[in-house]
């Protein structure tokens, strides 16, 4: 994957585009009332072409990472109080979010005719975290709250990349092209 530096400004937009998407969806309301800048801005703050110029999986991965991480530790006195979240836990509902984020971006992005790009970067982008989703791919946890950490939040998106290598599956369309998680 290699996405050339002029894509930056776009990227700009569409990350802005991508939060308003977001926002509109419902998506955010595990936020108290009132943080919808501060929210946005930490969004803002992440380097999502460092994520989309990754030229490995595992680069990919580290990368993420160390974005979902600094994302949670200014996104968490932001969560609704009830909400149930720990502190040091990014790979819950700050994942969901990020993933949702990146995967809106990339496929705005996919107007400026990426073509073989679009194929390596779909392959990397972890999949949008949904209770659904985790009842059917990672059947021994019920929510998204109950993802207890990196171990776990991995083994989900590998379930994911699995299904998603099937060439067979009916259902990989659906997940490649899943723009929402909502079902908190």
């Not at 996104?75 to 994942?95: E, G, H, V, W």
């Amino acid at each position: 994957m290699n996405l050339e530096k002029p894509l930056t400004n776009h990227i700009k937009q569409l990350s802005t585009n991508a939060l308003d998407f977001i926002y509109k969806s419902g998506a955010m309301g595990i936020f108290k009332k009132g943080t919808k800048e501060p929210i946005f801005a930490k969004f803002l703050e992440c380097d999502i072409q460092e994520l989309l110029t990754s030229k490995s999986l595992h680069q990919y991965d580290q990368t993420y990472d160390q974005i979902v991480k600094n994302l949670h530790q200014s996104l968490f006195p932001l969560y609704m109080d009830n909400l149930k979240i720990q502190k040091n836990n990014p790979y819950s509902y700050t994942a969901r979010l990020l993933n949702q984020y990146i995967k809106l971006i990339f496929q705005n992005l996919s107007q400026y005719n990426l073509s073989d790009q679009t194929v390596e970067i779909m392959n990397v982008i972890h999949p949008i975290i949904s209770n659904k989703f985790i009842e059917q791919y990672l059947p021994n946890i019920k929510s998204i709250a109950e993802i207890d950490g990196h171990e776990m939040y991995y083994e989900l998106v590998e379930n994911y990349n699995n299904l998603v290598e099937e060439e067979h599956e009916v259902i990989n369309k659906q997940l490649l092209c899943m723009l929402q998680g909502i079902d908190v």
